[in-house]
């Protein structure tokens, strides 16, 4: 068991009518709001870890290469 306060935890009151409005779908209508969510949050990770990758490249400093 997870434990957490009260307001620790849970979705922005922007979001939990229409949460509480998946109770009324049916198990494929639920599952297609699963997948939907899960792709928005795997997309958000990817956009997070390449601007991490973009922003540790940027900090890396430049070598130059000795003239012949």
């Keep these: 068991m997870l434990?957490?306060?009260?307001?620790e935890?849970?979705?922005d009151d922007r979001l939990k009518l229409q949460?509480?409005?998946l109770s009324h779908l049916d198990e494929k209508e639920r599952e297609?709001?699963?997948t939907m969510i899960a792709?928005?949050?795997h997309m958000h990770d990817a956009?997070?870890?390449t601007q991490a990758a973009s922003t540790a490249q940027a900090a890396k400093p430049k070598?130059?290469?000795a003239a012949p």
């Design 63 to 65: 070598v130059q290469k």
């Design 39 to 41: 792709g928005v949050l």
């Design 3 to 7: 434990l957490f306060e009260a307001n």
């Design 9 to 11: 935890r849970g979705p």
């Design 47 to 49: 956009k997070r870890w």
């Design 19 to 21: 949460f509480e409005a």
């Design 32 to 34: 297609a709001v699963e």
